[in-house]
């Protein structure tokens, strides 16, 4: 998967849990939460959306890595790169 399809992928989920936010105005190294006025409990609605949409597990611990739009692409490609490594699948 390309940084592109990660990303399309992320701001699909943002809308889900925000979505009259106007996804096209994100800054890519602001905080999310910061930028779409979204609570701790939509932040955890986020990650539980990604998690769905990408077949991934991310700990609590890592929430932090994808605070902005541009950490959650690279936190998430990092993840698929070790994956393909590990398991040989695209």
Do not use: W
């Amino acid at each position: 998967m390309t940084k592109d399809q990660i990303e399309a992928i992320v701001l699909r989920t943002l809308r889900s849990i925000a979505p009259e936010a106007d996804l096209s105005q994100i800054k890519p190294d602001v905080a999310l939460r910061d930028q779409l006025d979204v609570d701790s409990m939509d932040f955890l609605n986020f990650m539980i959306g990604l998690h769905k949409e990408l077949n991934v597990e991310i700990p609590e611990a890592d929430y932090p890595q994808l605070a902005t739009l541009n950490g959650c692409v690279a936190y998430l490609k990092r993840l698929e790169d070790k994956a393909e490594r590990v398991g040989g699948n695209s």
